[in-house]
């Protein structure tokens, strides 16, 4: 199994119904059905540094990860049929998270 990061944007087309419990709920059962579910976390706010500027204007792309275990990207992928962002029409990037 490999590990991914999904990285959960802020693109939802349809918000409305987007914080819907019952939703992720079903879309967590899923995850942890599958022993796929590893972790993840909302984002709160921040900054961004770039060289030697210390702020720079921070973007709300993001608003969340979760921290995946799939054996493939493909899986990883498919899983996504049941986030409730991807089902509003959102975006969630899927990152392999390479072994060093």
Not at 39 to 61: E, P
Not at 68 to 81: H, N
Request: aromatic share 8%.
């Amino acid at each position: 199994m490999t590990d991914y990061l999904y990285l959960i944007h802020n693109d939802v087309e349809n918000p409305e119904g987007e914080d819907d419990p019952a939703a992720w709920g079903r879309f967590f059962e899923v995850l942890r059905a599958g022993g796929h579910f590893r972790g993840g976390s909302a984002l709160g706010g921040g900054c961004t540094r770039r060289g030697a500027a210390t702020d720079k204007a921070f973007t709300h792309a993001i608003g969340g990860y979760m921290l995946i275990r799939a054996e493939s990207l493909e899986q990883a992928t498919a899983l996504l049929d049941a986030c409730p962002v991807v089902l509003r029409g959102g975006s969630v990037e899927v990152r392999e998270l390479v072994k060093s």
